[in-house]
């Protein structure tokens, strides 16, 4: 049994004339004919009514039809599918950023990336670094835009830009007076972080020098799941916060009682990059995004122009 035997079947079912299911599958009649006598005999049963006058399918003839039709119509989905897959720049191409980088540089890349590539339809995930990862090794996700750097051989990765971080403190604080904010200065405040998993909490400890101090007292306690919420946290007064560049663009920099100042300190960056498995096959999707992204960045962080 085969799948041109099958359209066959399909064909004869629906036009009950060998004649004209013939000229749809393009074959001589004698041919048609000829697969339909060698399907009924591997099958072991007739599937049609033949008599001089008129074609008609037989009981199992009429419960075999839809079967075969399904595998018909599945075969030519999957035909489809991977001829539309023969352009690398078209179809879904499965996307995944981590939370403190998705709300923020999304909105900027979307509308041009669609009118610049029609056929690729984006399909966004939005977790913590160690959640993106896992779906990327399970073939889950394509691509992850993350803030860390994978060790994974498996992985390929690509830097796109390093982000400073600009430090959130409320209206009404000794901040607000102070021309240049130094190391010395961060020392001295009360740093609200994310919770544990997300990796902006990591880099504020590491920039803060908070290593010990973020996991005690009183502000261990304030951990947001977001940075909306610790920001929504610092306008009430309840302490500072470091953000990453591209949320200074958010919608919390009006009237929220929030400042945000850019620190001046070395290493006080994070690096964003592109990872995705090195088996994936569609690296001219991958590049045709990593070019709009570097093309709508603000001017708030540093491309990487590889």
């Given amino acids: 049994m085969n799948l041109r035997d099958l359209k ?8 009950c004339h060998f004649g004209r ?6 074959v001589s009649q004698p041919t048609l004919s000829m697969q339909i006598k060698k399907l009924e005999q591997e099958l072991g049963v007739a599937l049609f009514e033949r008599t001089k006058r008129s074609v008609a399918l037989t009981a199992v003839g009429a ?4 079967f075969a039709r399904r595998a018909v119509e599945e075969t030519e989905v999957m035909v489809d599918t991977a001829r539309a897959f023969r352009d690398p720049l078209a179809g879904p191409l499965r996307f995944g ?37 896992a779906r990327l090794h399970a073939h889950e996700i394509d691509v992850a835009l ?4 994978p060790s994974d051989p498996d992985l390929c990765s690509r830097a796109l830009f390093d982000e400073p971080f600009w430090i959130a403190h409320p209206r009404k604080h000794p901040l607000y007076d102070v021309d240049e904010i130094t190391r010395d200065h ?3 405040l009360d740093m609200l972080l994310l919770a544990e998993g997300h990796c902006l909490a990591d880099q504020a400890m590491q920039v803060c020098e908070l290593a010990e101090r973020g996991q005690a007292g009183e502000m261990a306690d304030l951990r947001a799941s977001s940075l909306e919420t610790l920001l929504q946290l610092v306008g009430a007064g309840l302490g500072c916060t470091l953000v990453p560049a591209l949320a200074v663009r958010g919608a919390w920099m009006t009237d929220t009682g929030v400042i945000a100042r850019q620190l001046n300190l070395p290493g006080a960056t994070r690096r964003v990059s592109m990872v995705w498995r090195r088996s994936f096959p ?23 122009v590889a």
């Fill in 282 to 304: 569609r690296q001219e999707a991958l590049d045709a995004v990593a070019a709009v992204i570097l093309e709508r960045l603000p001017n708030t962080v540093r491309k990487i």
């Fill in 21 to 26: 299911a013939a000229e749809r599958c393009f």
């Fill in 186 to 188: 961060l020392d001295d």
């Fill in 146 to 149: 993350i803030a860390t750097s």
């Fill in 97 to 133: 950023a981590i939370p403190t980088i998705s709300p923020y540089l999304m909105p900027l890349i979307l509308a041009p990336l669609r009118e610049r590539h029609s056929k690729m339809r984006l399909v966004l995930s939005e977790e913590i670094t160690e959640h993106l990862m």
């Fill in 63 to 66: 419960g075999l039809v839809g």
């Fill in 8 to 15: 066959y079947f399909v064909a004869v079912a629906e036009t």
